[in-house]
Each structure stands twice: as structure tokens, then as C-alpha cells.
């Protein structure tokens, strides 16, 4: 089992920024496969942003261009961040950190995930 960390969760108006973190701790290689997923109010959990071992990104279709996934591999725990620009009311919801399967965009280990709210 992985502990994933969020933070940087909350509260703020819309067209306002947010930057989520989550700290994992780095135990296999797969560690380095991340990403960050969310589940808006009734709705079902979907996809941001993964990155790879080789720092690859992608990002799903609705996601482009005002979120920003990046890390930090340099600190142990490794440090994942997902910046959020331009933020509408309907991306609330609770945000996922993620270690996944290498080349992949399934999961293996989640976080508790944190609250963002956008009014």
C-alpha cells in the first residue's frame, strides 16, 4: 500500500487559480507513474493529467490548457502538483492523486483526495 498526501485544496471564485500537491513516497518505479483524476457531485471519477517515468504528460481532451501537472523528483517524499488556472464552477469536486500503471491510465493506489469548490 501507498500513502498518497493531498493538499492545496479549497475554496475560491470563479476564474481564480488553485494549486493542489500530493506527497508520495517513492517505493517502486511505478511510483514515478502519477496522475490526477477528480469525481464532480454526482457525476463519475475522471481523468486530468498523468505523467511518466520519463516525465511524459498528458492531459484528457477536456483538461487541456488550464491545468498544468508537474513534479518534483528532486525530495523524498517525490512531490506530484497539479496547477489549476481559470477555474469554473463546475470543476468542483474532490481531486484524486494517483500512482498508476506505467503507461497506462488505470490506478493502483489513491489518495484520499481533497476538496475543490468553485463558486
Known amino acids: 500500500h501507498v500513502q498518497l498526501v493531498e493538499s492545496g485544496g479549497g475554496s475560491v471564485q470563479a476564474g481564480g487559480s488553485l494549486r493542489l500537491s500530493c506527497a508520495a513516497p517513492?517505493?517502486?518505479?511505478?511510483?514515478?507513474?502519477m496522475g490526477w483524476f477528480r469525481q464532480a457531485p454526482g457525476k463519475e471519477r475522471e481523468g486530468i493529467a498523468i505523467?511518466?517515468?520519463?516525465?511524459?504528460?498528458?492531459?484528457a481532451e477536456s483538461m487541456k490548457g488550464r491545468f498544468t501537472i508537474s513534479r518534483d523528483i528532486s525530495k523524498k517524499p517525490l512531490y506530484l502538483y497539479l496547477q489549476m488556472n481559470n477555474l469554473k464552477p463546475e470543476d468542483t469536486g474532490i481531486y484524486y492523486c494517483?500512482?498508476?500503471?506505467?503507461?497506462?491510465?488505470?490506478?493502483?493506489?489513491w489518495g484520499q483526495g481533497t476538496q475543490v469548490t468553485v463558486s
Open positions: 505523467i511518466d517515468s520519463d516525465g511524459d504528460t498528458a492531459y
Open positions: 517513492v517505493y517502486t518505479y511505478d511510483t514515478y507513474c
Open positions: 494517483a500512482v498508476r500503471v506505467c503507461g497506462s491510465w488505470s490506478v493502483r493506489y
